[in-house]
């Protein structure tokens, strides 16, 4: 996106920090991905940043809280009080406030104005309660660059909505601690209670859970069909992160297809990540295309509201399980 009005983020006065920049996008869909925790994960913050969200309720009042986990491994636990919405043009809200969340306290008011037909003109004002504290955040936090970047990450999330290139991502709140829904996810005898779409069962899993292991598996649906299915796991953050290729099999453990739908995408990334708050754990889900032929990123991007019913099913079982677990 090339505008003049793309200027990085600039300090204002002596309490403010501002920037303003334009998305070639509705600002129906700025609002929405600016509101949705589903969304906001996937940009919100500076290079290198992840965000887990367990709370947010966007309305005067609401809160938003939240963890930044930093690329050096230091996790930021943020929170955000709604004062105003009014959507899609306008919020105000105060950051900060409690003892256990970062020690940095500010006001935000973000205006979103049609530009131009179908673009959104954004602008982001941060008044601070003095020029020390202002300041502090951007000697401490790196507050100026880090709104620069976490608008260009915005601007990248935006030219993918609606294509194939954007991520399936799906967030659940489940009420077990982390070791627990941990060992749910990489115990063999734990995960096979739990996993698959509602109603389906899962009859044989192999599990070789390390970096470079595979879990071979097959689930028998509602009409007795049994699906093959695989995983190849790349990366393993023990209580943190799990990332794998997911497939589709055979019984032999070759690559197979859906059943159903024979342009489903053949392999898929997943990375799923684990976050615990309050004795709660957040766990998210993001899908994105490996090598996919043009019909299978259509199918891909035509299912999304499938991919929630299945991934919501599951996420139902889990919850059954972790219930009788504890």
């Given at each position: 996106?090339?505008?003049?009005?793309?200027?990085?983020?600039?300090?204002?006065?002596?309490?403010?920090?501002?920037?303003?920049?334009?998305?070639?996008?509705?600002?129906?869909?700025?609002?929405?991905?600016?509101?949705?925790?589903?969304?906001?994960?996937?940009?919100?913050?500076?290079?290198?940043?992840?965000?887990?969200?367990?709370?947010?309720?966007?309305?005067?009042?609401?809160?938003?809280?939240?963890?930044?986990?930093?690329?050096?491994?230091?996790?930021?636990?943020?929170?955000?009080?709604?004062?105003?919405?009014?959507?899609?043009?306008?919020?105000?809200?105060?950051?900060?406030?409690?003892?256990?969340?970062?020690?940095?306290?500010?006001?935000?008011?973000?205006?979103?104005?049609?530009?131009?037909?179908?673009?959104?003109?954004?602008?982001?004002?941060?008044?601070?309660?003095?020029?020390?504290?202002?300041?502090?955040?951007?000697?401490?936090?790196?507050?100026?660059?880090?709104?620069?970047?976490?608008?260009?990450?915005?601007?990248?999330?935006?030219?993918?909505?609606?294509?194939?290139?954007?991520?399936?991502?799906?967030?659940?709140?489940?009420?077990?601690?982390?070791?627990?829904?941990?060992?749910?996810?990489?115990?063999?005898?734990?995960?096979?209670q739990w996993f698959g779409p509602k109603g389906?069962?899962?009859?044989?899993?192999?599990?070789?859970?390390?970096?470079?292991?595979?879990?071979?598996?097959?689930?028998?649906?509602?009409?007795?069909?049994?699906?093959?299915?695989?995983?190849?796991?790349?990366?393993?953050?023990?209580?943190?992160?799990?990332?794998?290729?997911?497939?589709?099999?055979?019984?032999?453990?070759?690559?197979?297809?859906?059943?159903?739908?024979?342009?489903?995408?053949?392999?898929?990334?997943?990375?799923?990540?684990?976050?615990?708050?309050?004795?709660?754990?957040?766990?998210?889900?993001?899908?994105?295309?490996?090598?996919?032929?043009?019909?299978?990123?259509?199918?891909?991007?035509?299912?999304?509201?499938?991919?929630?019913?299945?991934?919501?099913?599951?996420?139902?079982?889990?919850?059954?399980?972790?219930?009788?677990?504890?």
């Amino acid at each position: 996106m090339s505008s003049n009005l793309n200027q990085p983020a600039t300090l204002v006065g002596d309490r403010e920090i501002a920037a303003t920049r334009v998305f070639d996008a509705p600002r129906e869909l700025v609002f929405k991905v600016w509101t949705d925790p589903n969304h906001i994960g996937q940009w919100w913050g500076p290079k290198g940043f992840v965000t887990t969200t367990f709370a947010m309720d966007v309305k005067p009042g609401g809160v938003w809280r939240f963890v930044m986990h930093g690329p050096d491994g230091r996790d930021y636990e943020n929170k955000i009080t709604y004062v105003e919405v009014v959507e899609p043009e306008k919020l105000v809200y105060k950051h900060g406030g409690d003892k256990e969340v970062e020690p940095v306290n500010f006001q935000v008011t973000t205006t979103f104005e049609r530009f131009e037909g179908t673009k959104t003109k954004l602008t982001m004002r941060m008044v601070f309660p003095s020029a020390a504290a202002r300041d502090h955040v951007v000697k401490t936090y790196g507050a100026v660059e880090g709104l620069t970047q976490t608008l260009q990450r915005l601007d990248e999330k935006l030219a993918k909505a609606g294509t194939a290139d954007e991520e399936f991502v799906i967030t659940r709140v489940v009420d077990a601690p982390r070791d627990l829904v941990w060992k749910a996810w990489t115990e063999r005898d734990r995960f096979v209670q739990w996993f698959g779409p509602k109603g389906f069962t899962m009859t044989t899993a192999n599990m070789n859970f390390r970096p470079g292991g595979i879990l071979h598996y097959a689930m028998k649906g509602p009409d007795g069909k049994l699906m093959w299915g695989k995983f190849t796991y790349r990366e393993i953050i023990p209580q943190q992160r799990i990332v794998w290729i997911n497939a589709f099999s055979d019984e032999k453990g070759g690559l197979g297809r859906h059943p159903y739908m024979p342009d489903w995408p053949q392999q898929m990334l997943t990375t799923t990540t684990f976050a615990e708050h309050h004795g709660k754990t957040t766990i998210t889900v993001r899908w994105s295309l490996i090598d996919a032929t043009d019909a299978e990123r259509k199918v891909f991007n035509e299912n999304r509201q499938g991919m929630t019913v299945g991934w919501t099913g599951t996420f139902e079982q889990l919850d059954e399980y972790l219930a009788k677990a504890r």
